[in-house]
């Protein structure tokens, strides 16, 4: 499981994360955390207004590890550049 500090990401008692914790957590700015939840990579529920679950947040932290995200229509492998 990811633990950082409270002010940094990640409270162990807390399930939901809304957007902007989100966005927070990954280092990106919340456009960028709606448009992963409206392409389906990030799955997001509505309660009151969008939430993330830790696990869901974890699972997409794996998955897309070493992938270049930087254009979400066309996912690739990241290619390091010496």
Do not use: Q
């Not at 700015?29 to 939430?51: M, T």
């Amino acid at each position: 499981m990811i633990k950082i500090k409270k002010e940094g990401c990640f409270m162990e008692d807390k399930m939901l994360y809304n957007v902007k914790e989100v966005s927070k957590c990954l280092g990106i700015n919340i456009h960028l955390v709606y448009a992963l939840i409206r392409k389906g990579l990030l799955p997001a529920l509505k309660l009151g207004s969008l939430k993330v679950r830790r696990a869901s947040l974890e699972s997409f932290i794996s998955k897309y590890e070493g992938m270049d995200l930087s254009d979400l229509d066309n996912i690739t492998e990241l290619k390091v550049i010496d």
